[in-house]
């Protein structure tokens, strides 16, 4: 993937009350390699916007594109990991790695070699034969992540990745979807309610409002990514800044 765009995409849908603009004419573009984090309140149609992206959800009005090509259907391409992570109970650690490459008819014994691989960058190869129920949450992620990356994406998409984490293993989480992303060279996009965590992941921070959802700013961030980021000064005026287009977000009226 070059690029992604999308353009004057709005997203409704009918209520026993009525009809929900979710996503509102949204305008955005995401190049290759890019980390783009979208913050915004609950109701803003985050997560609306991450199954439009991911060809998941067709919009109401407006178009998605791929390298110039309307995204009509999920690409492979295309990774998505959900807030609660879509892991298989009755499947073992190794088996969840491998269910995406059994759906492309990869054979067992190659998938198998592939998402040992992987389990093991993200330091799960000794876990291999447990359940989903005997990890931490930490370990439940490094999963997910592993599942994602053993089918070759270039767009990594995540919901609210690292929310039922505490702060400290949230923090190295972080970290490895950095290491990760930088290695690989995919873009990512994730959603977040944490304003450190947009400021952290995104290199392009998406901010949005609710009621209808809708993008209000698009903030660069040069300094994501630096080892020292997290300590620095240029970080705590980052969040100052988007923390206070947040409050102007929820002033602000539509249409404004």
């Given amino acids: 993937m070059r690029v992604l765009s999308l353009e004057k995409v709005t997203h ?6 009525g009809e929900v603009t979710a996503l509102r004419e949204v305008d955005l573009r995401i190049e290759a390699r890019e980390s783009v984090a979208v913050l915004g309140p609950s109701g803003c149609g985050k ?6 992206i991911d060809g998941l959800l067709p919009p109401t009005s407006g178009t998605v594109r791929v390298d110039g090509r309307k995204l009509t259907a999920p690409r492979e391409r295309t990774a998505l990991i959900l807030q609660d992570l879509g ?3 009755w ?3 190794l088996e969840n790695a491998c269910v995406g490459q059994e759906i492309r008819g990869v054979p067992k014994a190659r998938a198998r070699a592939a998402a040992m691989e992987f389990l ?4 799960l190869e000794r876990s291999a034969d447990l359940y989903p129920q005997e990890l931490s949450g930490g370990m439940r992620q490094r999963l997910a992540i592993a599942r994602a990356m053993i089918l070759g994406c270039d767009l990594l998409l ?4 690292l929310s039922a984490l505490d702060a400290l293993l949230r923090e190295r989480m972080q970290r490895l979807l950095l290491d990760m992303q930088k290695t690989y060279g995919y873009a990512q996009v994730v959603v977040t309610h944490s304003i450190e965590e947009a400021a952290l992941l995104g290199k392009k921070i998406v901010v949005m409002a609710a009621n209808p959802g809708r993008i209000v700013s698009v903030v660069d961030n040069p300094g994501q990514g630096g080892q020292d980021y997290r300590n620095s000064g240029e970080l705590f005026e980052m969040t100052k800044l988007l ?3 947040l409050r102007r977000a929820r002033e602000e009226k539509p249409g404004a």
């Fill in 47 to 52: 997560s609306t916007l991450l199954r439009i």
């Fill in 120 to 123: 093991h960058k993200v330091e």
């Fill in 87 to 89: 892991l298989l109970p």
């Fill in 158 to 161: 995540m919901d609210e990745p």
């Fill in 243 to 245: 923390r206070a287009l």
């Fill in 91 to 93: 499947k073992t650690v």
């Fill in 12 to 17: 409704r849908y009918r209520t026993r009350s």
